[in-house]
C-alpha cells in the first residue's frame, strides 16, 4: 500500500534516505532541510543507497543531491520533486493525512498488485544480492 512520511524538520543522510523510501513525503516548510551530507563527512554510498537516492531523486539534481550534499529547504525539495507537499508545523500531520486520503479515494487497491509493482518498479533497489552484499561490506 501506499506509504507517507511527515517531515517535521531536518532530513539528513539516513534521515533522508528513510524519508524517501515512502511513496509521498509531506515537509514542513518553516523548518528543516533535507540534505545527503555525506560529502562533508569523508563518505561515499553502498550500492543499495545510491540505488535509492538515483530512483527517488530526479537525475537532472543527481550532482547537487548525492554529490554536493546541497541542503534543500521544503520549497527546493518540492521544486524537484523529492516531497509532494509542504506545510507548515500546526497542519504538517492533517496535509499528509489529506495527501493519503486522496491518492487512496481513488478506488479500492488489490494490495498484493501494489506490492507486484512496486517489486517491479524498484527491482534494482530491492535485489537481495544488492542490499546482501552491500550490507556485508559495513
Not at 543522510?13 to 524517501?20: E, V
Not at 543527481?62 to 516531497?83: M, P, S
Not at 495527501?99 to 487497491?109: C, F, P, T, V, Y
Not at 524498484?122 to 552484499?133: G, K, Q
Request: proline letters at 1%; hydrophobic letters at 45%; aromatic letters at 8%.
Amino acid at each position: 500500500m501506499p506509504t507517507f512520511a511527515a517531515i517535521n524538520g531536518h532530513a539528513f543522510a539516513a534521515g533522508m534516505m528513510i524519508a524517501l523510501c515512502h511513496d509521498y513525503r509531506v515537509m514542513r516548510q518553516d523548518r528543516g532541510w533535507m540534505c545527503m551530507n555525506e560529502v562533508f563527512n569523508g563518505m561515499t554510498f553502498q550500492v543499495f543507497m545510491l540505488n535509492l537516492l538515483k530512483t527517488k531523486i530526479a537525475s537532472k539534481d543527481h550532482l547537487n543531491a548525492i554529490v554536493f550534499g546541497h541542503r534543500y529547504t521544503a520549497d527546493d525539495a518540492k521544486a524537484i520533486e523529492v516531497v509532494h507537499a509542504i506545510s507548515d508545523m500546526s497542519t504538517l500531520e492533517s496535509t499528509a493525512c489529506s495527501l493519503a486520503k486522496k491518492i487512496l479515494s481513488r478506488g479500492d487497491m488489490d494490495r498484493a498488485v501494489v506490492k507486484r509493482l512496486k517489486e517491479n518498479l524498484y527491482t534494482d533497489l530491492i535485489s537481495n544480492n544488492v542490499v546482501t552484499n552491500s550490507l556485508a561490506k559495513l
